[in-house]
């Protein structure tokens, strides 16, 4: 552990007021986030210097390290390509002034395992922060379903809301994501107030979500909010009693909103009807049919163009360039190529390739191995901290291969994922619940 003589508390204080910060900075937009991922990386070089790279690295870090430079490499040499083409408009060099910017992940990653483990960050007031911020997301997006607009006077269009996103529809992926560690923060932190309070709160909090996800029209996140709250329900003996009031809550909630909202009940019933079509498509193996629904003409855009650059991808955020160029277009079709192919790894197939595929796929294994494995499945469970339990199960969802999903490598995404698995490594490095010899 480091250890800071009489600064300690004011250390612990700004860092934890800047880990804080984060879940708002999503509220923000990519800008804010970005200046509190700098403020994180330069505060932690500034104070602990060489400190901080000097954390135990195991098999999951050091795959993560070659996935990085994978990434550079994979730019580097595409855009040599570009530059043998004479393609200018691409910029000569900017695959890898991309790869280079997105090393900031890996050293936000390293800053916030560096902080846990050293028990710099009060992680109560992450949970706090966290809460507070998905409580007020939902309540604006109620407000802004009922009056038209938000509190902030940005006017709801269409069948999906933005609420404080404004015109971003991704209000309802934000509540999946942030919401949560509301559930958490009186049993893990207030307990005296937990036996009093959890069984009032905790259902109103459900239903404030629930109804937030709901008329943001975002329905990914919908399906993945139930399924997170269902694997806590299931994996933990002490909140299984609790599953089968959710899921009656969520029934009735459910039913009232589609039966009396129209646009709740277009949306959901547009999406089953494409749910349907997906699969009879698929049982087909007819991906060429003008009927074919837009998610699996994507997917077929993914495959061909995976194809042109299969071992080592075609290079950060390339998918856009090579999916124009790539071989058996239909000339006649009217579909036009995506940013990206809209799922994690798929994007990781095209951008870095069957090598970079098997690294980050490798890394993310051995991390839910260290947690989810251990934690639930080997007779050392006891040791683990229970504050551990929501950041498993965001890792797992997050990294949740049937999905569909914006581009790994935006802002956003990226910053949510290395947060996450920082906090997460973070906390069973702290307690020395990896074996040293990794």
Not at 239 to 261: A, D, Q, R, Y
Not at 328 to 356: A, R
Request: overall charge positive; aromatic content about 22%; charged content about 15%.
């Amino acid at each position: 552990m480091i250890f800071l003589s009489d600064r300690t508390e004011k250390v612990k204080n700004f860092f934890t007021i800047i880990l804080c910060l984060l879940p708002l900075s999503f509220i923000a937009g990519n800008m804010i986030i970005n200046i509190n991922i700098l403020l994180v990386i330069l505060s932690c070089i500034i104070v602990f210097k060489k400190s901080i790279f000097k954390i135990n690295f195991f098999w999951f870090d050091k795959l993560l390290l070659i996935y990085f430079f994978l990434i550079l490499y994979t730019g580097v040499y595409h855009d040599y390509i570009f530059y043998q083409q004479k393609l200018a408009w691409k910029g000569y060099f900017s695959t890898v002034v991309k790869s280079l910017f997105f090393f900031k992940y890996l050293l936000f990653y390293i800053c916030i395992r560096f902080l846990i483990e050293n028990r710099i960050i009060r992680i109560k007031y992450f949970f706090i922060a966290a809460a507070f911020a998905s409580i007020f997301v939902s309540i604006d997006l109620i407000y802004q379903f009922f009056k038209g607009q938000d509190i902030f006077g940005f006017e709801a269009a269409g069948r999906k809301i933005g609420g404080p996103f404004r015109d971003e529809l991704i209000a309802g992926g934000y509540i999946q994501r942030f919401a949560i560690f509301s559930f958490f923060v009186l049993p893990f932190f207030y307990p005296e107030y937990s036996k009093k309070f959890s069984k009032f709160i905790i259902p109103i909090l459900f239903i404030i979500f629930t109804s937030g996800i709901l008329i943001s029209g975002n329905r990914m996140p919908m399906i993945l909010f139930l399924f997170l709250i269902f694997l806590i329900l299931i994996f933990n003996k002490q909140t299984t009693k609790f599953l089968l009031p959710f899921v009656l809550i969520f029934s009735v909630l459910f039913g009232v909103i589609f039966k009396f909202n129209s646009e709740v009940n277009t949306n959901f019933t547009k999406f089953y009807f494409q749910i349907v079509s997906m699969v009879d498509t698929t049982v087909k193996g007819d991906f060429k049919s003008s009927n074919t629904p837009q998610y699996l003409k994507e997917f077929e855009s993914f495959y061909d163009t995976w194809l042109m650059n299969k071992y080592i991808g075609g290079g950060l955020k390339n998918f856009r360039y090579y999916c124009h160029t790539r071989p058996n277009i239909d000339k006649n079709s009217k579909f036009v190529c995506n940013m990206h192919p809209h799922n994690y790894y798929l994007e990781i197939l095209t951008e870095t390739g069957l090598i970079g595929f098997i690294i980050i796929v490798s890394a993310f294994f051995l991390i839910l191995y260290e947690t989810l494995f251990k934690k639930y499945f080997s007779k050392n469970s006891s040791n683990f901290d229970v504050v551990i339990i929501p950041f498993i199960f965001l890792f797992f969802v997050e990294i949740f291969p049937i999905k569909s999903t914006g581009s790994f490598f935006t802002t956003g995404n990226a910053t949510y994922l290395f947060l996450i698995m920082g906090l997460l490594i973070g906390l069973i490095t702290k307690d020395n619940l990896i074996e040293k010899h990794r």
